[in-house]
């Protein structure tokens, strides 16, 4: 494996850091020698991330409980405690992998630091620094079903995450949304929420939709011989409607007990919404945010 690699992007803003599956990039506002400092300190604190993670990969691909366990990397335990409260079904830590490696870089930059904003963006699942009165605007790309593609973060509210997942990503899902778009009090909230709610919006053995063994597509996969979608044909109205219910029910029930904010799911042209989702104008002027729906899940799958 390559070394980690950090270099400017075009624009000479956004710091671009990559090594092996993970690539970030990062943004930070504020006065120069703050944002130059958070720079270096997420720099250096990335050089060690992947290391960390894959010493107790075994374990962090081995499903989770309600009691969390102990890791010794301080992301891998960022990992575990996103998902022990989802853990009433089949999860495991590697769920919120690309969520807590964004919480873990933006906690770096932070420290120490006084930014007026600041985002960590792993594939589209991101973490967000917003100091008293600053906002944000996210853009849920990839969606295409006339949903609004921006939304506004404020401060005041208790977002600081936002992930995406369904079929389509660079990660398996057990079921057939075209996204589902999570935010969350951070990261790694948003990205195992996210990764369960796309898994219930289904319609289990429905002849359109064809799935294979996540083990035939990825022999070290954390999902074992569960079938993973692969395809997804021709659904009706009714049948859209119905496996959006499914997903729709899980994402009121983590709202209701306080584990996302609010979500958004999509499936064939049509929208379900669970909380309040604030749109903004494409002219809005705060600092923009692209999100997408490749969310990685898997330090040897990212």
């Known amino acids: 494996m390559n070394a980690p690699e ?3 992007l075009a624009d000479g803003r956004r710091l671009h850091l990559h090594h092996g599956p993970i690539d970030l990039i990062i943004e930070a506002f504020g006065d120069g020698t703050e944002m130059r400092v958070a720079y270096e300190q997420a720099a250096a604190r990335f050089q060690t991330i992947l290391p960390e993670l894959v010493t107790e990969l075994p374990a962090l691909r081995q499903p989770s409980a309600l009691k969390p366990r102990d890791f010794a990397d301080p992301t891998a335990r960022r990992m575990e405690a996103a998902v022990s409260p989802l853990a009433r079904t089949f999860i495991t830590p590697m769920a919120a992998v690309a969520g807590s490696v964004a919480d873990e870089v933006l906690a770096a930059m932070l420290r120490g630091r006084n930014l007026q904003r600041a985002y960590v963006n792993n594939g589209g699942d991101s973490a967000l620094h917003l100091a008293p009165g ?3 605007t996210l853009a849920i790309a990839g969606t295409g079903h006339g949903f609004s593609d921006r939304i506004l973060v404020r401060a005041e509210d208790a977002v600081r995450g936002i992930a995406t997942s369904g079929w389509r990503g660079r990660s398996f899902s057990l079921g057939i ?3 589902v778009t999570v935010l969350a009090r951070n990261g790694a909230e948003a990205d195992a929420a996210a990764t369960l709610i796309a898994n219930a919006v289904d319609l289990p053995g429905h002849p359109a939709i064809s799935r294979r063994p996540a083990l035939a597509l990825a022999p070290d996969s954390d999902l ?4 993973v979608t692969t395809g997804v044909g ?3 109205r009714q049948e859209t409607a119905k496996a959006l219910d499914s997903g729709l029910a899980v994402a009121e ?3 209701q007990r306080g584990l996302i904010e609010a979500a958004a799911l999509f499936l064939n042209g049509a929208v379900a919404v669970s909380g309040e989702i604030e749109p903004t ?3 809005d002027h705060s600092p ?3 999100t997408d729906r490749s969310t990685a899940k898997d330090p040897a799958h990212a």
């Not at 074992?224 to 079938?227: N, S, V, Y």
């Open 6 to 8: 950090a270099h400017w």
């Open 134 to 136: 600053q906002s944000m």
């Open 177 to 179: 949304a075209d996204a």
């Open 224 to 227: 074992g011989d569960r079938l």
């Open 234 to 236: 021709t659904l009706s």
């Open 253 to 255: 029930d983590f709202r």
């Open 281 to 283: 104008s494409h002219c």
């Open 288 to 290: 923009f945010l692209s």
